[in-house]
T-cell receptor
Framework: DVKVTQSSRYLVKRTGEKVFLECVQD?????MFWYRQDPGLGLRLIYF???????EKGDIPEGYSVSREKKERFSLILESASTNQTSMYLC????????????FGNGTRLTVT | EDQVTQSPEALRLQEGESSSLNCSYT??????LFWYRQDPGKGPEFLFT???AGEEKEKERLKATLTKKESFLHITAPKPEDSATYLC??????????FGGGTRLMVKP
């Protein structure tokens, strides 16, 4: 089974802090994704990566950046956290980039105060 | 703009009481429709992919069907362990994936 591991289940940060969310997958998938999940808004794509050092913006990239230095690891960076970035963040990976099932981690619930 | 609407938002069933969850969509060229199950505090878990109208997939007590406008997730004789939020997502011709808001299913013993 694919395992996608997010390093933190819960994080509490202050406004203006730089925040790193880490994600590791163990199935040698080329493709990795970062989503945020908010009540009433569903899952929204922030960024995705189809190869090491390659990244593409999703639907809501503002305020975020990503890093993919190794194939198995995909990091989401909040350069200066704001309260409207309080959310559940989900990392996912897939074997095929498009039209393919996503394998999700268990999420990081981030609270920015 | 693509839209995916799931109904109802929440559904309470007695154990053994069969029912259906609905996923209505408006997309520019459907390439695939996905169903996921999400337990509290966990990430979504993939259940099914449907690619064309008329297609059906089954897994234990779950059966997913697809028409040109909607998909149904039929739950036959549900058990308490089927309680979860069920998400659907559609992939359009431009390979944009849009998720619905989910249906929270609660099955009481």
């Amino acid at each position: 089974d694919v395992k996608v591991t997010q390093s933190s289940r819960y994080l509490v940060k202050r406004t203006g802090e730089k925040v790193f969310l880490e994600c590791v997958q163990d199935m040698d998938h080329e493709n990795m994704f970062w989503y945020r999940q908010d009540p009433g808004l569903g899952l929204r794509l922030i960024y995705f990566s189809y190869d090491v050092k390659m990244k593409e913006k999703g639907d809501i990239p503002e305020g975020y950046s990503v890093s993919r230095e190794k194939k198995e690891r995909f990091s989401l960076i909040l350069e200066s956290a704001s309260t409207n970035q309080t959310s559940m963040y989900l990392c996912a990976s897939s074997f095929v980039l498009y039209n393919s099932p996503l394998h999700f981690g268990n999420g990081t619930r981030l609270t920015v105060t | 703009e693509d839209q995916v609407t799931q109904s109802p938002e929440a559904l309470r069933l007695q154990e053994g009481e069969s029912s259906s969850l609905n996923c209505s969509y408006t997309v520019s060229g459907l390439r695939g429709l996905f169903w996921y199950r999400q337990d509290p505090g966990k990430g979504p878990e993939f259940l099914f992919t449907l690619y064309s109208a008329g297609e059906e997939k089954e897994k234990e007590r779950l059966k997913a069907t697809l028409t040109k406008k909607e998909s149904f997730l039929h739950i036959t004789a549900p058990k308490p362990e089927d309680s979860a939020t069920y998400l659907c997502a559609v992939n359009n011709a431009g390979n944009m994936l849009t998720f619905g808001g989910g249906t929270r299913l609660m099955v009481k013993p």
